[in-house]
């Protein structure tokens, strides 16, 4: 769990600066198995799938 929540922040990261849509995707899948916050994980997957042109 640690690390996924770890994999989750740094994605996060390269999502706010549109780097790197790859690990953008990987953050906010491994959001979607974070027990608490799962409702955000699916919307970060959505939103960043929504939003892959926007990334370099």
């Given at each position: 769990?640690?690390?996924m929540?770890?994999i ?29 916050v799962t ?18």
């Open positions: 769990m640690l690390a929540g770890v989750a922040i740094i994605g996060g990261a390269y999502a706010i600066r549109r780097r790197a849509w790859p690990m953008a995707l990987a953050g906010a899948v491994c959001a979607l198995f974070q027990s608490p409702v955000i994980g699916v919307l970060a997957t959505v939103f960043i799938v929504i939003a892959k042109d926007e990334f370099d």
